[in-house]
């Protein structure tokens, strides 16, 4: 029996923050070595075609300039699967802002300096950079993101769906959203006696090595990569960028140490973006409610160099009962940078097209929105079959519904006034799905009673150090202070990335188990330890991964209450509060913060963040936070996160989900049907800017 009080579920503190808000905490440009130089690259400024000439004779006049990479002298990489990676081998342009040259100097101001004064010549070919829901050379993708099928299909949808007495039949729009971290993308880069060492913002080290790895035709073992403190990600660092790869050719080519990280400006075509998804979405229920047929069908684009399919019909086949379903995926190959993953990829468009059109049919039915979803609940998964190891959306509904005080609805929209604006109240259901992944992990018991756990871990702000700690301390029965935690390192025990909410469960289940074994050590040996201590270390390969007979997911439950200014068309959240049933909660504080950071960022993508193509130039306009405009602490009043206490067996040993994207996957479906319970009027595009409000008020209500 444990005689320590549980560190998991405990509101623990970061162990880093102190570090952070004081400015100790290093991060990837902030590594100081001596003789360090910068880098800035070059953006290509047309959409396709090549580069006929690139003039560096002013760039390399400039006091300061080390020197100007480009396809004619910068290093020969290896082979790739990825694409994106490969900059400066030819001449080719598949889209506006990739990276033509790079200049290298002695201080960032000098290297930007460079950059700005070397000339480019460009042969253009035609582009074709905007989505259109008719462009002929849209076409079925083998699969979707994850290794979803492009394609599912149960029952005969078109005649279920002809026969329903109540039909939902609408499209949607969800334009290019970029991811922005608070820290930009950046590497330092340093060889010495033949081993590069690389400090790069990023969400998984071992996979920055691997690539360098075979990039630069090295063995690992020869390379080590550092990502001890990262600032943000939400995705776009889930996978290596070109300017991990463009620091290591500027150190390689100048001999020296080179620190490049990514202009703002810059990111929005460097390294990844959400693709613009259309959704079709149409429902048939009967004069109950209850759903009959269900399809959604969804367009989205991706780059002409790598295929990344946005799976946004794929939360379609987990959520409500349907019979006859049908969703697929279909995508355009256009001049655009390659598309990649941003914070619940798939979920958060998927489900604002299919939460908001169940708004639509709670409206056709005349039932209320949280009654409509109750009475569509599976009993089991509906496209796979497989029991749920646990789903308790209803349970979230019902909570979340006597907590935001959802009784005393009015279900008539714009019947809710005070004074010049209409006030509404809106809710829409939430998933994620439970991703896992193998780790290995070590733990280390040293004579003095502390302890040590090893693991390439990322911790990219969600408080990852922490957490594992406290799952330490539990395995080992000890207090929290006596655990130490090495992570952020590729020299460390290898470890799958940041991302897909699985951080936690894949690192967390190798530390259990390594410090489990180291228990069991200690409970066996007699006497004091030996001066090198005790030590063990695990493996949950053929565990972690494998398939299981059920079907998992994280389930919530989002309520919003909005106000509406006639006049202005200003949309602003009032309340905010969402319920999830995430199975074990391992960390109080760390838990409601990544929720609540969820539902921030679910806030920006309703209602401020959007992101267009120009035909003419195939650029990203809103290219900066000056146009791309996240929410500030203005944008949000009051906003809660409660949880179910979710006991999963099912699941890995501390028994939990990932809680990392959830927040964000029904909030804009929420704000946007309370802004037609509020008004009476549907926007069916987002985000709900002033100009679409406005344009929409003018118009006949339904």
């Known amino acids: 029996m444990n005689q320590q009080p549980p560190a998991t579920g405990a509101p623990v503190r970061r162990r880093e923050g102190r570090a952070k808000v004081t400015g100790t905490a290093s991060y990837a440009a902030e590594h100081r070595t001596s003789g360090r130089v910068h880098a800035w690259p070059v953006p290509a400024a047309i959409a396709s075609g090549r580069v006929r000439a690139v003039h560096t004779g002013e760039a390399l006049a400039l006091p300061g300039t080390i020197a100007v990479l480009?396809?004619?002298?910068?290093?020969?990489?290896?082979?790739?699967?990825?694409?994106?990676?490969?900059?400066?081998?030819?001449?080719?342009?598949?889209?506006?802002?990739?990276?033509?040259?790079?200049?290298?100097?002695?201080?960032?101001?000098?290297?930007?300096?460079?950059?700005q004064a070397v000339r480019v010549e460009y042969e253009s070919d035609p582009h074709d950079s905007v989505l259109n829901a008719g462009d002929p050379a849209i076409y079925a993708p083998e699969s979707a993101n994850g290794g979803?099928?492009?394609?599912?299909?149960?029952?005969?949808?078109?005649?279920?769906?002809?026969?329903?007495p109540v039909r939902v039949d609408v499209s949607y729009a969800v334009s290019p959203l970029h991811n922005h971290p608070m820290e930009p993308h950046a590497s330092t880069a340093e060889w010495t006696g033949g081993h590069l060492t690389v400090h790069d913002s990023s969400q998984g080290a071992t996979a920055v090595r691997q690539a360098l790895s075979t990039l630069f035709g090295m063995p690992e073992s020869d390379i080590t990569v550092v990502s001890e403190h990262v600032g943000g990600g939400f995705g776009s660092k889930g996978t290596p960028r070109?300017?991990?790869?463009?620091?290591?050719?500027?150190?390689?080519?100048?001999?020296?140490?080179?620190?490049?990280?990514?202009?703002?400006?810059?990111?929005?075509e460097a390294v990844g973006h959400r693709a613009p998804t259309l959704h079709h979405v149409r429902l048939g229920a009967g004069d109950d409610g209850v759903i009959t047929a269900l399809a959604h069908e969804v367009i989205t684009h991706t780059s002409r160099i790598k295929e990344f399919v946005e799976q946004a019909a794929v939360p379609a086949r987990v959520m409500y009962h349907s019979p006859h379903s049908l969703t697929t995926h279909r995508v355009a190959a256009l001049d655009v940078?390659?598309?990649?993953?941003?914070?619940?990829?798939?979920?958060?468009?998927?489900?604002?097209?299919?939460?908001s059109a169940m708004d639509e049919l709670a409206v056709a039915t005349g039932l209320d929105p949280v009654e409509l979803r109750l009475r569509n609940e599976p009993d089991?998964?509906?496209?796979?079959?497989?029991?749920?190891?646990?789903r308790h959306l209803t349970d979230c509904l019902k909570e979340g519904a006597r907590r935001f005080g959802w009784s005393g609805r009015d279900p008539r929209p714009g019947v809710r006034r005070e004074g010049g604006l209409l006030v509404g109240t809106g809710v829409a259901a939430a998933t994620y799905p439970v991703l896992v992944s193998p780790s290995e992990a070590t733990a280390h018991a040293a004579p003095d009673g502390t302890f040590r756990v090893r693991i390439n871990a990322t911790d990219i702000g969600t408080g990852a150090r922490t957490v594992l700690a406290q799952i330490a301390a539990d395995v080992l029965d000890v207090p929290l202070d006596r655990v130490a935690v090495d992570i952020g390192n590729s020299d460390l025990p290898s470890a799958p990335l940041a991302g897909g909410s699985s951080g936690t469960a894949s690192w967390g289940w190798a530390v259990h188990e390594a410090c489990t074994s180291l228990g069991e050590l200690?409970?066996?040996?007699?006497?004091?330890?030996?001066p090198e201590g005790l030590h063990t270390a695990a493996d949950t390969s053929g565990q972690a991964g494998e398939p299981v007979p059920y079907a998992r997911h994280a389930f919530g439950a989002h309520f919003a209450e909005v106000e509406v200014d006639k006049v202005t068309g200003e949309i602003r959240v009032r309340r905010m509060l969402g319920v999830y049933a995430a199975?074990?909660?391992?960390?109080?504080?760390?838990?409601?913060?990544?929720?609540?950071?969820?539902?921030?960022?679910?806030?920006?993508?309703?209602?401020?963040?959007?992101?267009?193509?120009?035909?003419?130039?195939?650029?990203?306009?809103?290219?900066?936070?000056?146009s791309y405009h996240v929410p500030v602490c203005a944008d949000v009043r009051n906003i809660e996160a409660h949880w179910i206490d979710e006991v999963d067996e099912h699941l890995n040993p501390m028994g939990s989900k990932g809680i990392g994207e959830i927040g964000i996957?029904?909030?804009?479906?929420?704000?946007?049907?309370?802004?037609h319970h509020a008004t009476g009027v549907r926007l069916r595009s987002l985000p709900l800017t002033v100009d679409k409000v406005l344009e929409a008020m003018d118009r006949p209500q339904e």
């Open 665 to 675: 996957v029904g909030t804009a479906a929420a704000i946007g049907n309370a802004f």
């Open 337 to 355: 940078p390659s598309p990649s993953w941003m914070r619940a990829p798939g979920e958060a468009p998927g489900m604002y097209a299919l939460e």
């Open 242 to 268: 070109p300017h991990v790869v463009l620091a290591v050719m500027a150190a390689l080519h100048t001999g020296r140490p080179v620190t490049l990280s990514l202009p703002r400006r810059q990111m929005a």
């Open 583 to 626: 199975g074990r909660i391992l960390n109080s504080r760390t838990a409601r913060a990544q929720f609540i950071g969820g539902m921030v960022m679910g806030i920006g993508m309703a209602l401020t963040e959007g992101s267009t193509v120009d035909p003419a130039s195939g650029a990203f306009v809103e290219s900066d936070l000056a």
């Open 380 to 390: 089991t998964e509906p496209d796979s079959g497989l029991p749920f190891s646990s």
């Open 522 to 530: 200690l409970v066996e040996h007699a006497g004091a330890l030996p």
């Open 148 to 164: 979803h099928p492009a394609d599912r299909e149960r029952g005969d949808f078109a005649a279920a769906h002809a026969r329903a």
């Open 70 to 115: 480009t396809a004619d002298n910068a290093p020969r990489l290896g082979a790739t699967d990825d694409p994106t990676l490969g900059v400066l081998q030819n001449d080719r342009v598949p889209h506006h802002g990739w990276h033509v040259a790079l200049a290298v100097a002695e201080t960032l101001e000098a290297a930007r300096a460079a950059a």
